[in-house]
């Protein structure tokens, strides 16, 4: 059993800065890539940030720049510090990683955190 923990959503202000959080647990044998993806009422889920095991990142056009994704390989954490949020920011965000449990990897999913940006 593997659980991805979200935590760190909220409501802010245009401009403000929220930070998202995301453990993994359970039967880990290794982590590769772990992300961020989000998804707006009546939208398709997207890709926000993403990080390889290495560090190695890839953004969406609309991140770049505010936005900054890392992790923990210790603590099978990974993190997204997200700044000068705009209205259009709003979303449910989505926790993604790719965990090997016994011999493949395969995409686990968290519940889901609610950011909300005010205008």
């Known amino acids: 059993q593997v659980q991805l923990v979200e935590s760190g959503g909220g409501l802010v202000q245009t401009g403000g800065s929220l930070s998202l959080s995301c453990a993994a647990s359970?039967?880990?044998?290794?982590?590769?890539?772990m992300g961020w993806y989000r998804q707006a009422p009546g939208k398709q889920r997207e890709l926000v940030a993403r990080?390889?095991?290495?560090?190695?990142?890839d953004y969406a056009d609309s991140a770049k720049g505010r936005f900054t994704i890392s992790r923990d390989n210790a603590k099978n954490t990974v993190y997204l510090q997200m700044n000068s949020l705009k209205p259009e920011d709003t979303a449910v965000y989505y926790c993604n990683a790719n965990i090997r449990t016994v011999i493949l990897y395969q995409p686990y999913w968290g519940q889901g955190t609610q950011v909300t940006v005010s205008s």
């Open positions: 359970g039967s880990i044998r290794s982590i590769n890539t």
């Open positions: 990080i390889d095991s290495l560090g190695s990142t």
